[in-house]
């Protein structure tokens, strides 16, 4: 594991520091001494976002002291908040709920909301009910999955586009796909059909990096029938979530995770069987993927 970083920021009311804790050796590190809100000093807030940019998560616990409110309040400073174009929000709030007594579990491997046109940037998630045992959620870098292809890999993946729809095969990585409320969530989660292509690489706006854009809201890659696309999914996605290229988290209740999810996947481990647990997000409005050689993501093209 790498040494731990200081980063020198001067807090809301008076000078201090907040620690950074690397996690893994290719992203994920954890926030220490830092209390989170919509107050941050503007060089705080600096830091904390040239922080998240280098380890793609983020990780703060001891954060009990947000509600909703105060939720939203620091996620806008990355930004606009967006709420989910499907599922409806907590009353009177831009926050998704994830819930899994009533099918909550994102446990498939994903970018959040892909199948939008300028899908999220950042995700700010909160903890609420943690089961004592199980649970934990994983990230995996997909600038670093990108970096390490081969050259022809690399040469395949910068030429290609893929669908992406709300109406993904949800039942096809789950052994019990109705089970826990998910078909009902699934039914309001494809309540009007989405659809974008983007393209498989997209270079990003504020590093620079090519990054891989994947994940199971993949129908189809453009030009390529359906067996091959599955193939191509699977041979790229494959790289990105190579253990080594991971991080994992065991949640208690009060942590907060931050992503860039321009950078990231994520999958949501169910393995707490009728334990109950509760996760809140809330998400900042994105940009349009730009590909290698500078083509937006846009509507369907028709076919032929």
Avoid: C
Avoid at 56 to 80: E, I, N, S, W, Y
């Amino acid at each position: 594991m790498s040494s731990t970083v200081l980063e020198s920021t001067p807090a809301a009311s008076s000078s201090a520091l907040f620690e950074l804790q690397p996690l893994a050796g290719k992203l994920g590190a954890e926030v220490r001494g830092l209390r989170l809100s919509g107050d941050l000093a503007p060089a705080t807030f600096a830091a904390l976002k040239q922080a998240l940019l280098r380890y793609k998560v983020l990780f703060f616990k001891g954060q009990q002291h947000l509600d909703d409110a105060t939720h939203q309040a620091f996620a806008r400073l990355f930004g606009p908040l967006v709420e989910h174009p499907t599922v409806p929000s907590r009353d009177g709030t831009q926050i998704l709920e994830l819930d899994s007594a009533h099918g909550g579990r994102a446990d498939s491997w994903h970018t959040d909301v892909t199948f939008e046109l300028d899908y999220p940037q950042v995700a700010v998630l909160r903890s609420v009910v943690i089961p004592p045992t199980g649970g934990d959620t994983v990230w995996a870098n997909t600038a670093a999955a990108y970096a390490e292809l081969p050259v022809p890999l690399k040469t395949l993946a910068d030429q290609l586009w893929a669908l992406h729809g709300n109406d993904y095969d949800y039942a096809a990585t789950r052994a019990k796909p109705d089970a826990h409320g998910a078909q009902k969530y699934r039914q309001v989660f494809t309540s009007r059909l989405i659809e974008t292509e983007h393209p498989l690489v997209r270079v990003h706006p504020e590093t620079g990096e090519r990054t891989l854009v994947a994940g199971h809201f993949i129908k189809r890659f453009v030009g390529y029938n359906g067996q091959d696309s599955r193939s191509l999914l699977e041979l790229f996605q494959n790289h990105i979530t190579r253990l080594e290229n991971t991080v994992r988290w065991r949640w208690s209740e009060g942590d907060v995770a931050i992503w860039d999810n321009r950078a990231t996947q994520h999958y949501a481990i169910n393995d707490y069987g009728d334990q109950h647990r509760v996760v809140r997000r809330v998400t900042v409005a994105g940009d349009v993927p730009v590909s290698v050689d500078g083509q937006r993501s846009r509507p369907p093209q028709p076919a032929g």
